[in-house]
């Protein structure tokens, strides 16, 4: 889940933050103070102050892209070209692309030269189109808008959750759509996994703040569901107050891990339903959690941070080791992430572009190579989530959501198309 404010503040290094978190040395605290001194650095026109903010900002994040092109016009801004075109390159090199660079204000004194102009070349190769994914399955209900998907083997059927229509959708062959669950409090509905063996269905809606049609009363609350696979009948309600509970995995035990995009909390439920309680596990390292990747067993999940990258987190201890990018792969904005043992597939909708992606591993937690598997297609749209059905793993591309401003509402004109569930063979990546 990483939208409205988790997005806003996510995207906008270049703006203050203003959100709480639990203790001063969490990463959450330490994202937001950075932001409101960068901004307030940008405020008294302090370009020093507000390049030694940015790097800090850059470290924080483990170099991500934007946090990469802040420091780019944060030297350049000095007038310091070398080093802005150095930052503007390794930014190229990781795959990424700002097609607003040229015109950016911060650039005036770098624009005209030639070095410039190759990195501009080379952000636009980035965002030429790929896709390696074989045939959709085109949804019938064009504003439906899924965020989450998970599959039923026995039904041969998806289970989708809908944000806007606020409800859970089984879709059968062909498209056929059927009403599993609607919202008991009228939220939108965001993470869902099915416990094939306990026939039990875990799904979360959230009360996101600002949203339009959620009550302001009602902001900043979520809830942990318990459904029946059978028939969607409302098993158990738990609720954790001043959360946004987004994001959800299984581990192999069937305990549910879900993760606060808005808080940064990790937390774990007891398989089955069988505790009221949710029980937070993380130490305070992540900004932005979102869909959780179980690695095999009960002890370890990778945690893709839609700031500061993937971490794979002991959900015994709390400690988190995060994964080596090297400063070559942009590795922010990653809202779906699947482990398979050819590695993580990432739906990186926070990338510049936007792109399904392969990281793959070594001992060391260092990605020595990645796959774009799709980018800029004609069919992907904005992606959400992802599920794998046996060898191949089934996306949602083309949601919806880049057709909401961040308070919810649609935007004007907007074009709605159904959405899609795309698939490729993990054998051929």
């Not at 103070?33 to 940015?54: F, I, K, V």
């Not at 900004?287 to 002890?299: L, N």
């Not at 941070?305 to 709390?318: F, K, M, P, Q």
């Amino acid at each position: 889940m990483r939208r409205s404010a988790v997005r806003l503040a996510f995207a906008l290094l270049l703006a203050a933050g203003a959100a709480a978190a639990r203790a001063a040395t969490d990463a959450h605290t330490r994202f937001t103070q950075l932001l409101a001194q960068a901004e307030a650095a940008r405020h008294r026109g302090d370009n020093q102050s507000l390049l030694a903010t940015s790097l800090q900002l850059a470290t924080l994040l483990h170099h991500s892209g934007p946090a990469t092109e802040q420091v780019a016009m944060a030297y350049a801004k000095l007038g310091e070209r070398r080093q802005a075109l150095d930052w503007l390159r390794a930014l190229a090199a990781m795959g990424q692309s700002d097609e607003a660079a040229p015109g950016r204000p911060q650039f005036t004194g770098i624009r005209s030269l030639p070095q410039f102009q190759r990195i501009v070349t080379a952000m636009r190769g980035n965002a030429t189109p790929v896709d390696k994914a074989g045939g959709a399955l085109r949804l019938r209900d064009a504003r439906l808008l899924p965020e989450d998907i998970d599959y039923d083997p026995a039904t041969r059927s998806y289970l989708l959750t809908s944000v806007l229509e606020k409800k859970i959708v089984r879709i059968g062959a062909g498209g056929t759509q059927k009403v599993f669950f609607r919202s008991p409090d009228g939220w939108p509905i965001m993470a869902l996994k099915i416990d094939s063996r306990r026939q039990i269905v875990w799904a979360t809606e959230v009360a996101i703040s600002g949203f339009a049609g959620v009550p302001r009363k009602e902001w900043g609350r979520s809830v942990l569901l318990c459904l029946r696979l059978q028939d969607g009948i409302l098993l158990h309600r738990i609720e954790v107050p001043r959360t946004s509970l987004g994001d959800m995995a299984l581990l192999p035990s069937g305990d549910a891990i879900v993760s606060d995009g808005d808080n940064g909390g990790i937390y774990r439920a007891r398989a089955g339903c069988t505790d009221s309680n949710l029980r937070r596990i993380d130490s305070g390292q992540f900004i932005s959690p979102q869909t959780p990747a179980p690695e095999g067993d009960d002890r370890h999940v990778f945690v893709p941070d839609y700031a500061r990258g993937i971490a794979l987190l002991d959900v015994r201890t709390g400690q988190a080791r995060w994964l080596d990018a090297g400063r070559r792969h942009a590795m922010q904005g990653i809202d779906g992430l699947y482990f398979t043992d050819k590695g993580l597939l990432c739906v990186q909708n926070g990338a510049m572009p936007e792109r399904l992606v392969l990281f793959e591993l070594n001992d060391k937690l260092q990605i020595t190579r990645e796959r774009i598997i799709d980018r800029s297609s004609p069919t992907l749209g904005d992606p959400t989530h992802g599920v794998v059905v046996g060898g191949e793993f089934h996306y949602i591309a083309n949601s919806g959501w880049n057709w909401l401003g961040d308070n919810g509402r649609i935007k004007p004109g907007a074009g709605f198309t159904p959405a899609r569930i795309k698939r490729v063979a993990i054998s051929d990546l």
